[in-house]
């Protein structure tokens, strides 16, 4: 297994795509901590914080389509470094000015979330121009979505460290400039200057017009909406086991579990239609979350945590196959943003609805809703499956250029096996 992720690794660019997105992406996965950080050192309550933070988020929700549309047209490093570039201004912003006047620190985290670079859906555009395998690209899905879990765990880490060593306000500095230069290490390599979107049919939904796509984005809200609510009832058992530090242990244990599925899924090529093997997925991630109802002691609730991430790490790979099979020609860096942008939705929507649900109905309810969320996904793609299977070679979607067809001969070099490689093509 680690041979296949070394093998893929030493592929030429392919490490310093990866290590260039996960920096770029900092930013974005330390927003929530580091602006309520900064918040309470101005002397700011919680509730203000939220406030901030939700604008961030929704901010960067609306941007992250929009960008990625805006890749599609006019190529990666058009877009991405000076999206980068403005999103660090906005936070240097509020770093600089403070949260008085209120106006201008919404307005800069305004911006800060409205720019943020779609380095995620960039790279997995790259990855067949890059890789030019099949096996490749699919344990190279499985190797993001293993570092994102990575990358969520070592960066608030890292927000605390600088809030230590100096304090709230360079944290926020610090961060958002390695973001840039993350950014600037992805724009500025081989591929992302060389490559090209597909040729595009101009429609004002863009990648929406996919039917598979919708259905695909419709489950994975309520994937989001499930990881959501865990959050937060983690933190209700915890509060009942008289330990805050008790939700850190099943947070922790939840993304050990993912590292470890998405790891051993990326390591070996998979047969049959992804649309099918992604019912699978998301149906086994789907019963890992009913146990949790149990909440049995910490020993055996933080087993049951790990058990219950083991398939999210896979459902995501497979889900990135699968919008690129379904995504419109020309339009993949803004399908694959779409499906972040789902995600972080759905996530935003489960911490908003389990609040109420613990009030009233306790910690068990509260885990009831991620069982409810990952059953509602699994209802979404069974309901769909015959758009899903239909739409991904259906009548009216034409596959984008093979490197190597005639329409494009000059790109003979980088000829993938299939033609269900359609991210992209080489200029």
Known sequence: MATGYLELLRAKHAMRLLAGTLLGRLPNATAALAIVLFVRAEGGGYTLAGVLSAVYGLATAAG??????????????????????VSALGMGLLAVTGTDPLPVACLAVLVAGLFT????????????????REDRVHAAYALDAVAQELMFAVGPLMVTV????????????????????GALSVVVSPPSRRWRSAPREAHWLGALRSAGLLALLGAFFFVGLALGSIAVAAVSYADAHGDALISSYLLSALGAGALVGGL?????????????????????????????????????????????????????????????????????????SWLVTTFGVGA???????????????????????????????????????????????PGRPAAPVAGSEEHPENDRNRAPEPGFRSGHQA
């Open 64 to 85: 992250q389509p929009a960008l990625g549309r805006a890749v599609d047209l006019y190529g990666q490093p058009r877009v991405m470094f000076p999206a980068a570039v």
């Open 117 to 132: 670079p779609p380095l995620e859906g960039g790279l997995r555009a790259l990855w067949p121009s890059v890789l030019r």
């Open 264 to 336: 051993l899924y990326g390591a070996r090529l998979w047969p049959g239609p992804p649309e099918r093997r992604l019912r699978l997925l998301v149906a086994a991630l789907a019963l890992g979350y009913w146990p949790l109802l149990l909440a049995p002691g910490v020993a055996a609730m933080t087993l049951l945590a790990g058990v219950s991430g083991l398939f999210l790490a896979p459902a995501l790979a497979c889900a990135f196959v699968v919008v690129d099979r379904h995504a419109p020609r020309g339009t993949v860096t803004e399908a694959f």
């Open 162 to 181: 600088l809030v230590a060593a100096w304090n709230e306000a360079a944290a926020l500095l610090v961060i958002n400039g390695l973001g840039v230069l």
């Open 348 to 394: 935003a929507a489960g911490t908003a609805v389990v609040g109420p649900v613990l009030e009233t109905g306790g910690t068990v309810a509260g885990f009831a809703v991620a069982g409810a969320g990952g059953t509602a996904a699994l209802l979404v793609l069974l309901a769909t499956s015959r758009v899903l299977s239909a739409s991904a070679a259906g």
